[in-house]
């Protein structure tokens, strides 16, 4: 059964730092990798980073390039998501999800406002 908790969100200010994290069990060994997505209020559902559980590989939406960071530890079964340089519109409910699966996270609400 697979599972996926994030934690991590908060208020913050714009500028500021977060790291999210994903802890998952029970994703087959053969997964091609997590990745994160938001969804800010009224919008769509966006993906915003990939990490390849085979090679390490990342990719980031354009949005979030240099400014957020995916990163996995296999021994914690974790996937992180550094956030800097954080701005209102980043506002929005972050989620994890299993690569190429319906198997998604209940969620972690991050706000950016002074």
């Known amino acids: 059964q697979v599972q996926l908790v994030e934690s991590g969100g908060d208020l913050v200010q714009p500028g500021g730092s977060l790291r999210l994290s994903c802890v998952y069990s029970?994703?087959?060994?053969?997964?091609?990798?997590m990745a994160w997505f938001r969804q800010a209020p009224g919008k769509e559902r966006e993906g915003i980073a990939y990490i390849s559980f085979a090679d390490g590989y990342t990719y980031y939406a354009e949005a979030m390039q240099g400014r957020f960071t995916i990163s996995r530890d296999k021994s914690k079964n974790t996937v992180d998501l550094l956030m800097t340089s954080l701005k209102p519109e980043d506002t929005a409910v972050y989620y994890c999800r299993v690569f190429g699966s319906d198997y998604w996270g209940q969620g972690t609400q991050v706000t950016v406002s002074s």
């Open positions: 029970g994703v087959p060994h053969t997964t091609y990798g």
